[in-house]
């Protein structure tokens, strides 16, 4: 039943797509990479070709991160191994095409002409699935599975930071980047990358200084003090009060309110890979963080749509389902093998946010008029169809996700082909 229960029924109401098509992105940064890598993606994108639809470099890019990540994973499946150096050099240039990709896809939607709300939202899907692989990679690259709560601080951290990035922009209605966000943080894991590339992983628990400090200290406090700041500016934006009527959320509702699907991923997450007497987390890592990551996600991309259709969040979801089934196994003195709960809940999660994604992405596509990957092509340039044209004008804001839209608001990425 759970699982044809996207395809029996429609799961943006037919008020949400209008409020979709009625979205307006709005952003504002101040990074500080950002300027300087606008001639690299700028030529990055003019050897572009014009058919190639925007949406599609996303998920190229996307691709290439979760594959070397994955590489890197089977060589050290808990970060206590040490990968191979070349692993690592992998995963650095994953996430560097990754972020090259994702900063010219708005690029390209500008110089196609296909623009629409629906590239913002594919744009968020596909971070919020790579910030899980990355955390995870950089944590590995570090070893730190020689210290499995760091490890699993360092990745809810990054989970959390993205929910909370957009937490706030469903309060205030505008998507903000301080001076340290995301593309720093990209190019900060790139580098944990090429050291470990370059002087093994190894290097990472080499003892510096007076007592028992090791380098791998250097990231760990980087990212308490990046996070803390964040934070920071996160509930201060919340506790100024949003858009909506009475200081609510752009939907009207509490500001408050996205805490408790956050807090019903972390918490159990938490509370589980403490708990476990098989020490589910310590021997499991990757397969845990993944597990969970795979829900945050899925939770993030609801809280995306929730922000762009102004509607009110969902709390409890389908992909809880595994979670719930650890917590209970753990409360019944685990009658079943945690390992095969644990999987379950990786592939449930997976496949639940794989089915939601595709449905959520083929009803705005019905409803815009429009194909996800493909874009008709002219030698004279892309051409307006007259079906999507009246879309294409109320779009003149850039790709959210790309660091390259950041500063220049281009527009939100749409595939345009003729009506389905």
Same mark, same amino acid.
């Given at each position: ?148 709560? !760091? *490890? ?6 990054? @989970?959390? $930071?993205? &929910?909370?990035?957009?937490?706030? =922009?469903? +309060?205030? %209605? ?29 290097? !990472? *628990? ?6 028992? @400090?090791? $380098?791998? &200290?250097?990231?760990?406090?980087? =990212?308490? +003090?990046? %996070? ?193």
């Amino acid at each position: 039943m759970a699982l044809l229960s996207y395809r029996d029924k429609h799961i943006l109401s037919a008020q949400q797509l209008r409020k979709l098509s009625e979205h307006k992105y709005s952003c504002f940064s101040a990074s500080l990479l950002d300027p300087l890598l606008q001639p690299w993606w700028n030529w990055l994108v003019a050897q572009t070709p014009l058919w190639l639809a925007p949406n599609l470099i996303t998920i190229v890019g996307l691709i290439l991160n979760v594959v070397t990540t994955l590489i890197l994973i089977c060589y050290s499946p808990n970060g206590v191994e040490a990968p191979p150096r070349w692993t690592c050099l992998l995963c650095a240039l994953g996430l560097f095409i990754y972020q090259s990709l994702d900063s010219i896809d708005g690029k390209q939607a500008r110089r196609t002409n296909t623009s629409s709300p629906l590239g913002e939202l594919f744009d968020h899907g596909c971070d919020s699935i790579s910030t899980v692989f990355v955390a995870l990679s950089a944590c590995i690259s570090c070893q730190l599975g020689h210290y499995p709560n !760091w *490890l699993f601080f360092q990745c809810f951290c990054a @989970i959390a $930071l993205f &929910y909370c990035a957009h937490w706030q =922009t469903y +309060v205030s %209605g505008t998507m903000r980047f301080g001076r340290i966000d995301v593309t720093e943080a990209q190019f900060s894991i790139i580098a944990i990358h090429l050291v470990s590339a370059a002087l093994g992983p190894e290097i !990472w *628990l080499t003892k510096i200084g007076i007592g028992s @400090i090791q $380098l791998w &200290y250097g990231p760990a406090v980087t =990212t308490i +003090v990046c %996070g803390l700041l964040s934070l920071t500016y996160v509930f201060s934006v919340i506790k100024a009060g949003g858009v909506g009527k009475n200081g609510s959320t752009v939907a009207g509702t509490s500001v408050l309110s996205p805490s408790i699907p956050l807090t019903l991923v972390v918490l159990p997450a938490l509370m589980i890979a403490q708990k476990s007497p098989q020490n589910i987390f310590t021997e499991h890592a990757s397969v845990y963080i993944l597990a969970f990551g795979m829900v945050a996600a899925k939770v993030t991309n609801k809280l995306v749509i929730a922000h762009m259709t102004k509607a009110e969040m969902e709390y409890l979801d389908w992909s809880l389902l595994g979670p719930s089934l650890l917590f209970l196994n753990q409360y019944f003195n685990c009658i079943v093998p945690e390992i095969w709960l644990l999987w379950f809940t990786l592939i449930w999660g997976t496949q639940d946010l794989l089915r939601y994604c595709a449905q959520v992405c083929l009803e705005i596509c019905q409803h815009l008029r429009i194909d996800l990957f493909r874009i008709p092509y002219s030698p004279k340039g892309a051409a307006t169809h007259p079906a999507t044209a009246s879309v294409s004008s109320q779009s003149n804001f850039g790709s959210s996700g790309s660091s390259a839209d950041k500063n220049g608001g281009s527009a939100h990425r749409k595939s345009k082909s003729k009506p389905h």
